[in-house]
């Protein structure tokens, strides 16, 4: 593993010099200072009567087609859904002040043939806040903005997503399993028993992504390759950019390989 380590930061390295993966995530309008984090902001068809339009946030990405190679791929696209979407929508909304968001208007595009897959997904939502006239300072009856925990710029952005790229090396022999749900991959130190090496992957970021949106990445990566662990994930940080690496797994012998359909726009 040390020496795919070593040439998967080479690569990646590779990759930062060619300038940053465009955010897919777009905010118009006026932001003022967060009031609520992002679990905080509701969605609903209309926004209450007391609550000034901030403006639009707008969010997109491309999902993989089942026999595409994971080479400089973006993390953003390897979870790319609509429930993905609406979360960084509510993430966006709240970074621009926001604590509602009029319920998403999500579209697709699809493959021409007969299998008509979803190859592009792209959701858009009005933002609605409290008016704040200046910072520290709301209007009467109007909570001030929401401090936000320390932990979260730990535990990173799905902007982030949008700025991570992701490689993988197969391990010789092996077939890619089926897709899986990403919350059912582990993160471990050492292989277990009864599992088979499939690869390696590694992630990076040169934009200042925090280290649990790379470990975010590199769990969506290994759940898209049908693995179900991540095995001594290693990260390391130069200036801005970040790099992470490990190798994934998958059991030997796996009859509960789920594939997680890409949802559209209409689910």
Request: aromatic letters at 4%; a negative charge; glycine letters at 10%.
């Amino acid at each position: 593993m040390l020496g795919n380590w070593v040439v998967g930061v080479g690569a990646l390295g590779a990759v930062a010099l060619t300038g940053c993966l465009a955010s897919g995530v777009h905010f118009a309008g006026s932001p003022q200072p967060p009031v609520v984090t992002p679990d905080g902001v509701q969605l609903a068809a209309h926004p209450p009567a007391e609550l000034r339009r901030l403006g639009r946030v707008s969010v997109e990405c491309s999902p993989l087609a089942p026999d595409d190679d994971v080479e400089g791929v973006r993390a953003s696209d390897l979870s790319c859904s609509s429930e993905f979407l609406r979360s960084a929508l509510r993430e966006a909304a709240a970074e621009a002040g926001g604590s509602f968001l009029v319920e998403p208007e999500c579209r697709d595009k699809r493959s021409s043939g007969g299998s008509r897959r979803v190859t592009w997904l792209g959701c858009d939502a009005d933002v609605f806040g409290p008016g704040v006239t200046q910072p520290g300072v709301t209007q009467p009856g109007v909570a001030p903005p929401a401090a936000v925990p320390a932990a979260a710029s730990a535990l990173g952005s799905l902007r982030d997503a949008w700025h991570i790229s992701i490689d993988f090396w197969p391990a010789p022999g092996r077939d890619r399993p089926a897709p899986r749900a990403s919350e059912s991959v582990a993160e471990v130190d050492f292989p277990r028993v009864g599992q088979l090496r499939l690869g390696d992957l590694s992630a990076t970021c040169d934009d200042g992504c925090a280290s649990g949106s790379m470990r975010r990445g590199l769990r969506a990566a290994a759940a898209w390759l049908g693995a179900t662990t991540l095995v001594d994930v290693r990260c390391i940080q130069q200036e801005r950019t970040s790099s992470c690496a490990a190798s994934i797994a998958a059991p030997e012998h796996d009859e509960d390989a789920r594939v997680p359909a890409v949802t559209s726009a209409r689910d």
